[in-house]
């Protein structure tokens, strides 16, 4: 049997989704939901194989799974559809979930719709760990966030900071998850992710950083409770066509589509 997949967004990681699986067999992507006037650009990312549509009634039978990989607000305004429909769906942009009641309004529509909502791990890993953990109880959970001053221009950092001056390390943000993720809706996806594993968003702490020797976007966890400690460390390359897009959120979006074809999944 084929997955018929709905991907919503255009962008650097749909377009990496799709160049994936383009030869999977068991894989099959139908629509892409995005902004009206924005058809052509999905028909040139996915090809003539896919209908760009703007509405989930547009579309004459329902997919087996969607994917969103486009932003925060996609999340608000689709999920909840998507999810009464009895369509599962895998979310990237997991910041999200900062906004008060959006997380409870999706796990009710799941229920009722009888679907799974999974919120994919993207550019962190070890948060199978981290939730095994949660199960047994935390103390604390520590996210600290470092990337090159470049790479937080254009986000509420350049508000705290002179980026272009900086010749050491700046810590410009301490606070909550939910704080990071509301505040950083581009950057602090991961704070969310790592949250929601461990602590919950209002009992995490995140770190935010910007750091001229930085040789990547670095993303550390640090964690203690009953399970014992951990302290997790992982630097990540972006997508070619988006240097805000973390290419390991890219590829965890392909295997979590892999997975709904597999036997096996790991």
């Known amino acids: 049997m084929t997955v018929a997949v709905l991907i919503i967004g255009h962008g650097a990681i749909g377009s990496y989704v799709a160049g994936r699986l383009a030869n999977v067999p068991e894989l099959a992507i139908r629509w892409a939901l995005v902004r009206p006037g924005r058809e052509d650009r999905a028909r040139a990312v996915f ?18 799974v969607a994917l969103e990989c486009a932003s925060h607000t996609a999340v608000a305004e689709h999920g909840v559809h998507i999810l009464q429909r009895g369509i599962d769906l895998g979310v990237v942009s997991t910041g999200a979930f900062s ?46 966030g470092t990337k090159p001053p470049a790479a937080w221009a254009g986000s509420a950092a350049e508000s705290v900071c002179d980026l272009g001056t900086l010749t050491a390390a700046h810590t410009f943000f301490e606070g909550s998850a939910r704080e990071a993720a509301r505040t950083y809706p581009k950057d602090a996806n991961v704070a969310a992710t790592v949250a929601l594993a461990g602590t919950g968003l209002d009992h995490t702490t995140v770190r935010l950083t910007a750091d ?24 990540g390359r972006a997508l070619p066509d988006n240097p805000k897009s973390s290419a390991l959120t890219a590829m965890c979006a392909v295997r979590f589509l892999r997975n709904r074809a597999r036997a096996v999944v790991i």
């Open 99 to 144: 906004e008060l009641g959006l997380a409870e309004s999706l796990e009710v529509a799941a229920h009722e719709g009888g679907a799974q909502l999974s919120i994919l791990s993207g550019a962190i890993g070890a948060v199978d760990a981290l939730a095994s953990a949660a199960e047994g109880g935390l103390d604390e959970v520590v996210y600290s």
């Open 212 to 235: 001229p020797a930085a040789p990547g976007n670095t993303h550390r966890v640090q964690a203690t409770g009953a399970f014992g400690s951990m302290d997790v460390t992982f630097t």
């Open 47 to 64: 090809g003539s194989g896919v209908t760009p549509i703007n509405s989930l009634d547009q579309m004459a039978e329902m997919p087996d």
